[in-house]
């Protein structure tokens, strides 16, 4: 009997653990995801100085990722694109020119599409949105369509391919 009951007491624990475990992954994916957000509208709104800004946000959220959070598939996702979205996200954060920074974050959104249908820890609604001029997609917290790759040019050039429900 004494068996059983420590034995329930460890899955207690453990499941208790990964709980909270997932919370501050869940927590920390959604403010990732805030920066990246609005790092797609400083540039659906052709602000390159307020690109900077957020993208600076989007690369320090990524540098100090709870990775100890993540479960083992999660953090397979993690190895292979939260490299490149540092990477580009540093790139737009530096980069003075809106169309230097438009082409790396269509890098970057290529990787947070991915980490975030594998994920699958978004607070809100969250559109995968593709504009068929620049063949490229995006993720965007609202409906409708707010296009990073062509600003005020065709703000509103796009469609919705999917939509990722909020977990």
């Known amino acids: 009997m004494k068996k059983i009951i420590i034995m329930v007491a460890l ?5 208790l653990t990964t709980n909270a475990q997932s919370m501050v992954a869940k927590r920390e994916h959604n403010n990732t995801l805030k920066a990246y957000f609005a790092t797609k509208n400083a ?22 990722f709870p990775i100890k959070t993540l479960t083992a598939a999660q953090l397979a996702v993690w190895n292979v ?6 990477k580009m996200a540093s790139t737009i954060a530096t980069e003075k020119s809106i169309k230097e920074q438009r082409k790396s974050f ?30 490229k997609s995006w993720l965007n917290e609202a409906e409708a369509v707010q296009n990073p790759f ?18």
């Open 11 to 15: 899955f207690v624990a453990a499941s």
């Open 150 to 167: 062509y600003g005020s040019m065709m703000y509103d050039c796009g469609e919705i391919t999917e939509t990722l429900a909020k977990k």
């Open 81 to 86: 694109e939260a490299g490149t979205i540092q």
């Open 106 to 135: 269509w890098t970057l959104s290529s990787a947070m599409i991915k980490l975030t249908k594998s994920f699958n820890m978004n607070d809100e609604v969250v559109y995968v949105q593709y504009c068929p001029m620049a063949k």
């Open 43 to 64: 540039l659906a709104k052709d602000n390159a100085s307020q690109a900077n800004e957020t993208a600076k946000i989007l690369a320090e959220n990524i540098a100090v």
